[in-house]
């Protein structure tokens, strides 16, 4: 039954494009901060940056998610995500990509813990394990996909910014679809 309703393919989609976006800045920042002159060991101080704060991320919104759910951590995420990722358009300087790393970091953090409350809040834990499978499976579809488009795009451009401009959109697209979400009717 589940698999016949909207909300189960529309967090499918989500995590999708959403997980895209994630891994691109995972394995383009690097390469975009030494473009940019950064020194390599400066350069992936931001990526350890990242991966440090989104510990943080994920503890907050744990907590928070406990208590406004997770739906609630997944769209301040995305507000944090979004405004990164245009900072990121600009951020051409050391301390800028710096502050990218915090801010994303705590985005990173609170998406991949609040993707499998997500599904269970809207589909309930009798099938938890075979439903966030499929939601991890077109995840991880779009973190395989997106850094080799990304690569494409730098190869062609030369620059990373048509990429950083698509990843903002497509992070829009996914944020638009996590807040079309409606409560599954249960016994329906």
């Not at 997980?19 to 350890?48: E, F, K, N, T, W």
């Not at 990509?97 to 499998?116: K, P």
């Not at 439903?131 to 991880?140: E, R």
Request: hydrophobic content about 55%; glycine content about 12%.
């Amino acid at each position: 039954r589940v698999f016949k309703t909207t909300p189960f393919w529309t967090i499918c989609l989500v995590n999708l494009f959403l997980v895209s976006c994630l891994m691109v800045v995972l394995l383009h920042i690097v390469p975009h901060a030494r473009d940019l002159g950064i020194p390599p060991i400066q350069a992936a101080g931001v990526l350890s940056t990242i991966g440090g704060v989104s510990m943080l991320g994920r503890f907050a919104s744990g907590m928070v998610i406990d208590h406004r759910g997770s739906k609630a951590v997944m769209g301040f995420s995305f507000v944090l995500l979004l405004a990164d990722l245009v900072w990121l358009q600009f951020a051409d300087t050391l301390w800028m990509l710096y502050l990218f790393g915090v801010v994303y970091g705590l985005a990173h953090g609170g998406f991949f813990t609040a993707i499998s409350p997500l599904v269970a809040e809207w589909f309930g834990i009798h099938h938890h394990g075979t439903l966030f499978g499929i939601v991890v499976c077109f995840g991880a579809t779009g973190g395989a996909i997106g850094p080799l488009l990304a690569g494409r795009l730098f190869d062609v451009g030369g620059s990373y910014r048509s990429t950083f401009f698509i990843l903002t959109a497509l992070a829009l697209v996914a944020c638009a679809l996590l807040l079309s979400l409606r409560p599954v009717k249960r016994g329906t």
